[in-house]
């Protein structure tokens, strides 16, 4: 379902048999999942913070009574529906002595010596969409040279690309930019701290006056030539250059500011990139997280992907000026 | 009094360019949209090039570059847009608008900046 070298996804395991955890993370290193531990103390405050995962897998014996993680998942499922749950189980097999709502709660059960029946509920609930490899990467190198032109003498890290489910909206600014093309149409959105951003302005790294930097909107304003850059490099390198059918669909994006949490109507997940920049000569400096997201909510079409030629005639190299 | 218009709705952009552009001895001026723009060029009769965007609010930069053409009946102002856009379709329309380059961001000022002199005859 997807190139296995480029894609992973996160999960956290809810889990109090060590012996399982160990065997969860062997099974989930080899699906391409990074197994995340998190105490049942912490589960809430990581749920509302956390900003990438694919899903969770939690033990119904997690309180030391089989209902207990039962229970738990329900409280989950209903505070974060979007994120596919894994049960494991003691002993019983299958979901039979469940009610409708407890199994309506998981995607998949499991007991620790069939984990490996979990597999393809894992590709259609969390890798359900095929992502082409090329695609993958050339939204890496794009997202990184419009990086490194925004902002003088940082570094540029991009996490390996993963797959997330959840909604969540990461730090104060938010930029959301539509992506049409013959084969795909969705959104970007790249989110990111203000604070951060703010001081690699007054520490002189952007191209705006560190004065500027008091006017939030100038701060905005970088995080949107970063979203036009790489919206341009996206349209260049994968769009045909036609004319784009009128009258397409489009259905509401509803954003609740309560739960930080936006909705594009659509339950596919998301291609995520992390971003870090960071200033080598000052280790001391908070680096600046960037979270980009792909939402293909709209056509997503990846039998038709294609990249564009870039050594026809009439692509000129970035910044280059193509005399008429 | 100024010898280059800026014409982009980023202020990131302006400011870079600009930036570049007045450390290398030019006078610039700036316009946040093709209106704005427009607006600019009418008022300052000594503008010799202009380097703008294409995707802007209000007006799109090769609108603007038509109304130069068309409204203002000025020919003799250079227009250089700087965009994200490739499409051979848009350069096209910017020829026919008398458009006299196109270059594909992000700026690279230390490539075309022996450009923008012998334009404006600096």
């Known amino acids: 379902m997807r190139d296995e070298k480029t894609l992973i996804s996160k999960v956290l395991v809810l889990d109090n048999s060590s012996e399982c955890r160990k065997q969860i993370r062997t099974f989930c290193e080899a699906q391409n999942l990074q197994a995340l531990k998190v105490l049942e103390e912490n589960l809430l405050s990581v749920l509302r913070s956390n900003v990438d995962l694919g899903g969770i897998m939690i033990a119904e014996d997690l309180g030391g009574k089989p209902q207990d993680g039962i229970r738990l998942g329900q409280q989950i499922h209903a505070l974060r529906p979007e994120l596919p749950l894994f049960l494991r189980r003691e002993s019983v097999q299958g979901t039979n002595d469940l009610s409708e709502a407890e199994k309506a709660t998981f995607t998949g059960v499991y007991t620790i010596d069939q984990i490996h029946t979990l597999q393809e509920v894992i590709e259609t609930s969390i890798f359900s969409l095929v992502y082409p490899p090329q695609l993958v990467r050339g939204i890496a190198e794009m997202t990184q040279s419009s990086l490194q032109s925004q902002f003088k003498g940082l570094a540029v890290h991009i996490d390996t690309p993963y797959i997330v489910r959840d909604r969540l909206i990461f730090g104060e600014i938010f930029t959301l930019i539509p992506i049409e093309s013959d084969w795909c149409r969705g959104y970007m959105t790249l989110q990111a701290e203000e604070a951060p951003l703010l001081t690699l302005v007054k520490a002189n790294k952007t191209h705006i006056a560190p004065v500027e930097g008091d006017d939030f909107r100038n701060l905005n304003g970088i995080l949107g030539e970063i979203t036009n850059l790489i919206w341009g490099a996206f349209k260049n390198r994968y769009s045909a250059f036609k004319p784009v059918q009128a009258h397409l669909a489009q259905v509401p994006i509803v954003i609740n500011h309560m739960h930080r949490y936006i909705s594009f109507g659509s339950v596919n997940p998301q291609l995520c990139f992390k971003c870090t920049l960071s200033d080598a000569d000052n280790p001391a400096m908070a680096p600046l997280v960037i979270y980009q997201r792909f939402v293909f909510n709209l056509n997503w079409s990846p039998e038709d992907f294609h990249e564009n030629d870039q050594s026809l005639d009439n692509l000129v190299a970035s910044g280059e000026l193509e005399l008429f | ?122």
């Open chain 2, 1 to 122: 009094m100024a010898q280059i218009l800026v014409v982009d709705d980023s202020s990131t952009v302006r400011n870079e360019v600009g930036d570049f552009l007045k450390k290398n001895g030019l006078d610039v001026a700036f316009g946040v949209d093709g209106r704005d723009g427009l607006a600019k060029l009418k008022a300052d009769p000594a503008i010799k090039l202009i380097i703008c965007d294409v995707n802007m609010p209000n007006m799109d930069g090769l609108t603007m570059a038509e109304k130069v053409r068309g409204e203002l009946g000025n020919a003799a102002v250079h227009i250089v847009m700087l965009t994200t856009e490739n499409s051979p379709a848009m350069k096209e329309r910017g020829k026919a608008a008398g458009i006299k380059g196109w270059i594909v961001k992000p700026f690279n000022g230390d490539a075309v900046l022996g450009s923008f002199k012998k334009l404006i005859g600096a």
